[in-house]
């Protein structure tokens, strides 16, 4: 099962982030044989991915076991502040290089995420971002810890690689078309609070996570001439708006984001600028992940495309981009 789990995930994270390279980047028979002989050797055989939780309630994870530690000369932090947290509190290596499996426990352990989940995104992310030869995976940007390249087209690039699964309107995380697309931006931050007092009273809340998506978007379209939202960035937006209700608010509180779940803004800067769980945070009370999503998506519908001609203000539709209708097929 897990095996399958995986060999269906190479396809569809390839066909949805490279449609042209499904088949080993692209490369012909003679050429994947070059390839496969070069990599002789060298290339380490992943094992199969980790098993869901033993227990899967809520329990104390900022403890004594795990304690934040400020960064070090040379560690590594990318765009995903659960990630980034976990690499702080040392549920992953503190470096910020680490395997799949490390990966797929640690959101496990320290947020409780589904394990169907974190399989698919961490293998997902690990298809095109990772090292393929060696298991090794940067949490940020391309690093030498993750060992020789394998040949192109591997990418090998880590978290902050663009247009792979990080991608255009982010919620604390500005396009990479500014410059940075990795580090805490302040002016973000400031428009998701400013949304959260508008439409959660003072909480980032399920009508919050809609309003804020719709309006990074639509910023997005007006300010980014190569904004794109087209898969697999169109699918992790979405997934990126819900995580925080699900995984970052404390599990003591029981209640689904349908049910009025919010987060606090202090714990949620925690986690989005800190890299560092909240004191006395326990784990969701239950697997979590993307509860809520289709709450988000009905609000303000849109289809996946990009702004066209290096214009902003010129979305064009892109046909040829997987949608959710062709995503909700796969489960």
């Excluded at 060999?7 to 982030?17: G, K, N």
């Excluded at 000369?73 to 659960?82: E, S, T, V, Y």
């Excluded at 289709?294 to 066209?308: L, Q, R, S």
Aim: aromatic share 10%; charged share 20%.
């Amino acid at each position: 099962m897990a095996v399958s789990i995986v060999l269906l995930l190479s396809h569809i994270t390839l066909s949805f982030a490279f449609p042209s390279y499904v088949s080993l980047g692209g490369l012909s028979e003679r050429e994947q044989d070059e390839v496969v002989a070069e990599l002789s050797g060298r290339a380490v055989f992943p094992p199969k991915p980790p098993g869901p939780l033993e227990y899967n309630g809520t329990k104390l994870v900022h403890d004594k076991a795990h304690p934040w530690k400020p960064l070090r000369k040379g560690d590594i932090r990318g765009p995903c502040p659960g990630l980034n947290t976990l690499a702080s509190h040392g549920y992953l290596p503190r470096d910020g290089v680490a395997t799949p499996a490390q990966i797929v426990n640690a959101v496990q352990e320290g947020l409780n995420m589904d394990h169907i989940i974190a399989v698919f995104a961490t293998y997902g992310a690990f298809l095109v971002d990772g090292n393929l030869v060696t298991n090794l995976l940067s949490i940020g940007g391309k690093t030498r810890n993750t060992g020789p390249d394998p040949p192109k087209p591997a990418i090998v690039g880590g978290l902050n690689t663009h247009a792979v699964f990080e991608g255009d309107a982010s919620m604390t995380r500005a396009d990479d078309f500014f410059g940075d697309n990795h580090s805490f931006n302040q002016t973000l931050w400031d428009q998701f609070v400013d949304f959260s007092n508008r439409y959660g009273e003072g909480y980032y809340n399920l009508t919050v996570a809609a309003e804020l998506r719709w309006q990074l978007i639509q910023q997005a379209i007006s300010t980014n001439p190569h904004f794109s939202l087209v898969a697999p960035r169109y699918f992790t937006a979405f997934v990126e708006s819900v995580f925080p209700l699900n995984l970052f608010v404390d599990g003591r509180d029981t209640t689904s984001p349908a049910e009025g779940r919010k987060l606090d803004l202090d714990a949620a800067l925690s986690f989005f600028r800190d890299h560092r769980f909240p004191p006395e945070f326990h784990r969701a009370s239950t697997p979590s992940g993307i509860q809520g999503i289709e709450a988000v998506i009905a609000a303000h519908p849109i289809a996946p495309g990009a702004n066209a001609d290096g214009k902003v203000n010129n979305y064009v539709i892109d046909p040829t981009s997987a949608d959710f209708g062709k995503f909700w097929d796969l489960f």
